[in-house]
């Protein structure tokens, strides 16, 4: 599967000629009811196959261009209108997985291939030959390639009397050009400045009698090279920039345009100058519609304000907007229109800062604490990781991202300093939240370029009351320093305030436990891993133990070197000045409001900033009397107080807070003496609740909670069962330690809404089963939620791949059989085309299968069995010699298969196999399938006894035996194979409950569910090891160990044997000697001893009713309850039943169908429960002896 990525800027480059023939005009708008439509993907891969595959069902020819290169795919947009054919493009070594996969839907006859072999290799093109008929046009360079793509295009009838011609050195101009050319039928040429490179065109049009018409500025070609174009040759001049060119063409050939219907691109200049795919692509859909294409700058430049007024004169009808919000922001189709295309939460852009700073923005405002999980990030690959502040060997991998106060802004700085010029692809994963945590934003991976040439600068400087300043630098600066408070001591070394030192104003070292600043702080800090002994960081908060001067002042920063204040690159900051101001305040701080939360948080507001040191001294604040234990923290610009961990203090409706005078604000002053505040706390009477459960990933499942919820219980391992698609306990997979983490915090909080559940396994099957229980909140009386199990879907980040190819070893068929076998459910439509599959003979040659071949996909999915024609073999050797199941007969090497492929085949979610992963070379079966643990399962349906049991790969129906499957030593009366489950049938017996043979005493009178129960969830299963039952590979099939039922759900029935009318297992012995009576009833399975009370059933001898006094479990572990009438305790049980039990009397033993009598508990934590049957209900009557 294509995952999200785009290169420099969301795609930025090549979409508008994949696009060439495949949007269709839509119904005609008033312009103040347009509604921009706005195409774009994950990457510029899945982008084409999708617009492809979306527009096409079939097409009998299709192009093929790199992605990684733009100069090809300018000449291919018209040769594509022309073939009316999609564009696909792939990378240049491998041919994507994406367009294999258009290419598998689309079926084409023939491709057409553009470019030379350093744009789309040999290898792809020799691959492709075995499938399409193959046009290569190509040539050393992109001119010798266009005038390739030109000759074809006069072979396919295009006329070549008029041709435009367009600089070719870069591709801003082609952009506007290429839609102009395709709406009046013309070839685009392409030329420079060079007679060299231009002579190819200029030899086409002498040659075809053409008449040119330039495009561009004598500075992209000269007068010289338009005159080689012959005398008729005529130019069309463009502006100053790209933007100016686009509207002076769109200006000049505006005749040859319908303006009901444009098209919006980005062709903002980049480093390099390859930031406008989507462009490209609009070009080619813009041309095919006869249609304007017009390019936008960044938001708020001269070049997009003309662009939207060229826009809205024209008064289109209908607007495409090409490319994501990274690159034609909502902002600019607002101006446009006044709407916006997409509220979806995404990525807008990812860029780098300098050579170790990445910059992050979101559409959106997003989570602070899962926007600042480093994890959430990946660079190069490789997951980003949190540094500890104490941390002395720094990893390459650590980094601190920071959101910015926009809350749509995150700064990444790494550890690593990157090399100048170094392309990497930086992830942002999906497990950052949206501010209010109701989505989680996709996952987008773009390249970008790390490239530093300038010395960092000063951004910013403030003053927040009169004792902090804060400093911000334009992008991360290095000091070298053993700690933070050297680190900052170097910096201040380098600072004045008015021409006097830093440290002349009392600046506060103090630090916290683990060596980090307690007041100043580094902000976005820490240990560069690639320079050993120093920091990073872009911004300085400097706490002051004294008031800094009132009134404006001057910042001086001067002296930096290679140690301090110089950047990643080596570039120091140049010597500056900058003004502050500092503010005067001297009334008392005042309370502005109260807030409190029953989850036991107290928000405290001020009507200013508050002071870093005593605002957050734990001993200045008490709630109703008592001090809090957790030191506060300052939020919103310090203005706010956050307490914490009170909800033991507080108390409903009405509470006080007391604010020591100790505590000042900003400037100095101190709170009133006697400071107490009335507020009130409304009691939460509302159970949480689960939002939602997901797959984030392959390995981790994301539960969303509707509130707050204690996080020692959301984060408890105990309080969650998750089952696979087989219905397997799964939760061992759940690690016990970290298994379970709140998004963004590295320990676990007092509260939280999100958990994220890790895996040790992938989330590889269609769907999974979780339950939820004890999750409470954390109110003054905590709200428990209700049991909450749900079956959600599995991960669509797993790719699908090929685990096995095996030949199956059947003297039926041999030689004929292969299976695949895959490591998740796939498509069966796909799994059952004949047409998805490859093979590879000895000789070498990769072939489509012969259409004899026979498909069997297993029941689940996830094998398929391919027997070939009798003509055919596999073939492997092992250790030399050939492989088992091989037909020796067969000696043709065309006929001798020795590989299997599924290219076409997709996994349940569509996405095809990708290249490297869907087949292999055939081989001998593996081990064998063996039970999966935790999947046996044991239940009733109607009086049958049925056990399902899952193996790790599917079983082979074909070679089904039952009676080879016992469990508690009694064999299967049948058997039904699913996939990788089994279900084995033991058939009901009218000797199992109630008989006149079965003697419940004597084990080998046992019905054959009798003896399985008897032996309750200790019954094991066992397969007999002769090899009949084998699985897909044609292994055979084990148990691999001891294997006894995890779900017992087998329910207790009462057995009542039969000796010539009379009852001989249940029984009411009379011992008068020790004033007892014991009344025995016989269950056919184990019973949980805590689960029986005296009163479940009712004893009636002689009319009188009489109640049991206790109950003996000694003996319920073999079934047996025994139900106790005596005198001790005052007990009356015994004399009533004496005095009842008269000659010739019975005693009727009826069970109450209130009793909740159940089995022990299984293995997954669960009772199963005695259900009294009408027979039941009518009573067991016996004598007492």
Do not use: C
Not at 500 to 519: A, M, P
Not at 1020 to 1030: F, M
């Amino acid at each position: 599967m294509s995952k999200k990525s785009t290169k420099a800027l969301a795609s930025a480059t090549l979409m508008s000629l994949v696009l060439t023939t495949a949007l269709s005009a839509g119904p005609v708008k008033a312009a103040s009811q347009v509604q921009p439509t706005r195409v774009s993907g994950g990457d510029r891969y899945a982008t084409a196959a999708k617009v492809a595959t979306t527009n096409w069902t079939t097409s009998d020819s299709v192009v093929l261009v790199s992605g990684e290169g733009y100069a090809d795919a300018v000449s291919a947009s018209a040769l594509a209108k022309k073939l009316n054919a999609p564009i696909l493009l792939t990378t240049s070594d491998t041919l994507s997985s994406d367009a294999q996969s258009a290419l598998n839907t689309l079926k084409p006859k023939n491709v057409y291939v553009i470019g030379g072999t350093a744009s789309i290799s040999q290898s792809i093109r020799d691959g492709l030959k075995a499938n399409y008929t193959l046009t290569e046009l190509g040539g050393q360079n992109r001119y010798e390639t266009n005038i390739a793509v030109a000759k074809q295009l006069v072979t396919l009838g295009v006329s070549p009397s008029n041709v435009m011609v367009v600089g070719g050195q870069g591709f801003a101009d082609a952009l506007s050009v290429a839609p102009v050319a395709a709406a009046k039928g013309q070839i685009l040429l392409l030329a420079n400045n060079d007679q060299a490179s231009s002579q190819g065109a200029i030899d086409f049009v002498k040659d075809n009698k053409s008449t040119a018409t330039i495009v561009g500025t004598a500075n992209v070609i000269s007068d010289a090279i338009k005159n080689a174009f012959g005398s008729t040759a005529t130019r069309v001049n463009g502006g100053s920039s790209r933007f100016d060119t686009n509207l002076a063409v769109l200006k000049a050939f505006s005749s040859d345009l319908k303006a009901d219907k444009l098209y919006v691109a980005n062709a903002s200049a980049a480093d390099p100058d390859n930031l406008y795919a989507d462009a490209l692509v609009a070009s080619a859909v813009a041309g095919k519609y006869t249609a304007p294409l017009v390019l936008v700058d960044k938001d708020g430049t001269n070049a997009t304000n003309n662009a939207v007024a060229y826009i809205k004169s024209e008064n289109a009808k209908e607007i495409d907007v090409i490319g994501g919000t990274s690159v034609v922001p909502d902002s600019i189709i607002s101006e446009i229109t006044g709407q916006t295309s997409n509220t979806d939460p995404e990525v807008s852009s990812i860029s780098s800062i300098g050579l170790n700073q990445i910059k992050v923005v979101f559409n959106q405002e997003v989570d602070q604490d899962t926007a600042e999980d480093v994890t959430n990030y990946k660079v190069d690959g490789s997951t980003l990781t949190a540094q500890g502040v104490q941390s002395t060997t720094p990893s390459d991998t650590d980094a601190k991202a920071t959101l910015q106060s926009d809350n749509k802004s995150v700064l990444i700085t790494l550890a690593k300093k990157e090399k100048q010029n170094d392309s990497v692809d930086v992830t942002v994963k999906k497990g950052i939240l949206t501010a209010d945590k109701s989505n989680s934003v996709p996952e987008l991976t773009q390249t970008i370029t790390f490239a530093d040439t300038t010395a960092p600068t000063l951004s910013s400087v403030s003053a927040r009351g009169n004792n902090k300043l804060d400093v911000v630098f334009s992008k991360p600066i290095k000091v070298k320093a053993a700690n933070q408070r050297e680190a900052l001591q170097q910096i201040a070394s380098k600072l004045k305030i008015n021409d006097k030192n830093l440290s002349s104003f009392g600046i506060n070292y103090d630090l916290n436990s683990d060596t980090s600043l307690e007041y100043s702080a580094l902000d976005d800090s820490l240990k560069a891993s690639t320079e050993a002994g120093y920091y990073y960081t872009d911004e300085v908060e400097v706490y002051f133990d004294t008031a800094l001067p009132t009134g404006n002042n001057t910042l001086k920063v001067s002296d930096a070197d290679d140690y301090v204040l110089s950047d990643a690159a080596g570039f120091p900051i140049a010597d500056t000045t900058q003004n502050f101001t500092v503010d005067t305040l001297s009334s008392a701080p005042k309370i502005t409001s109260i807030k409190a939360e029953d989850s036991g948080k107290v928000f405290v507001n001020f009507d200013r900033p508050m002071d870093s040191k005593t605002a957050t001294e734990a001993g200045n604040f008490k709630i109703n009397g008592t001090v809090i234990s957790n030191a506060p923290e300052l939020k919103q610009g310090d203005t706010q107080v956050k307490i914490t961990g009170v909800s033991g203090l507080l108390n409903k409706n009405s509470n006080t807070i007391y604010i020591s005078d100790k505590v000042e604000d900003a400037y100095g002053n101190k709170v009133a003496e006697d400071t107490n505040q009335a507020f009130t706390l409304d009691e939460d009477t509302t159970k949480p609740t689960v939002n939602s459960v997901s797959a984030l990933d392959d390995t981790t499942i994301r539960v969303k909670y509707s509130k707050d919820v204690d996080a020692s219980y959301a984060t408890n391992v105990s309080n969650y069962k998750l089952k696979d698609g087989d219905g397997t306990d799964i939760t061992s997979e759940i690690p016990s330690t970290n298994g379970i983490t709140v998004p963004g915090k590295t320990t676990i909080p007092t509260t939280t809404d999100v958990v994220d559940i890790h895996l040790n396994t992938k989330l590889t099957d269609a769907q999974y089963t979780i339950t939820i229980k004890n999750i409470e909140d954390t109110a003054t009386t905590p709200n428990v939620m209700d049991d909450y199990t749900k079956t959600f879907d599995g991960s669509s980040d797993v790719n699908a791949e090929v685990t096995g190819v095996y030949g199956v070893n059947d003297t039926d068929n041999l030689g004929r059989k292969i299976t695949l076998v895959f490591n998740k459910a796939m498509d069966s439509s796909t799994l059952n085309n004949i047409s998805s599959y490859q093979f590879k003979n000895v000789k070498g040659d990769t072939k489509t299968l012969p259409s004899g071949a026979d498909i069997s996909p297993s029941s689940d999915n996830k094998s398929v069995t391919i027997k070939l024609p009798t003509s055919y073999t596999y073939y492997y050797t092992t250790n030399g010699n050939v492989g088992a199941g091989v037909n020796s007969k067969i000696t043709s090497t065309d006929n001798q298969v020795t590989a299997l492929y599924a290219p076409g085949v997709k996994d349940a979610n569509g996405n095809t196999l990708e290249v490297g992963s869907y087949g292999g070379d055939v081989q001998a079966p593996g081990t064998g399938a063996t039970v999966k643990a935790n999947s046996l399962k044991v239940y009733y349906v109607n009086d049958d006894l049925k056990a399902d049991v899952s193996f790790n790969t599917p079983v082979d129906a074909d070679t089904m035996d039952a009676s080879k499957f016992q469990l508690g030593g009694q064999a299967a009366d049948s058997a039904y194979v699913d996939g990788n489950k089994v279900t084995l049938t033991f058939k009901s017996n009218n000797d199992d409950t109630n008989n006149g043979t079965t003697d419940f005493t004597d084990p080998t009178k046992f019905t054959k569910i009798n003896t399985i129960k008897k032996l309750g969830e200790n019954a094991p299963l066992t397969i007999t090891n002769d090899g009949t039952v084998k699985d897909v590979t044609g292994a055979p099939v084990t148990t691999g160990g001891t294997v006894t039922p995890y779900f017992y759900d087998a329910a207790p029935r009462t057995v009542i044997t039969k000796n010539g009318g009379t009852v001989t297992d249940w029984s009411a012995a009379i011992d008068s000697t020790n004033s007892k009576v014991d009344v025995s009833v016989q269950f056919d399975t184990p019973i949980e001893a805590s689960s029986v009370q005296p009163s479940d059933f009712t004893f009636s001898i002689g009319g009188t009713t009489i109640d049991a006094d206790d109950v003996d479990t000694s003996n319920a572990a073999n079934g047996v309850v025994t139900f106790v009438f005596d005198k001790i305790n005052n007990h009356s049980g015994y004399d009533k039943f004496i005095s009842a039990n008269t000659p010739g009397s019975t005693l009727k033993i009826t069970p109450k169908t209130s009793s909740k009598i159940s089995t022990p508990k299984d293995g997954n934590g669960d009772y199963t429960y005695y259900v009294p049957t009408d027979d039941d209900l009518k009573g067991v009557t016996i004598t007492a002896h």
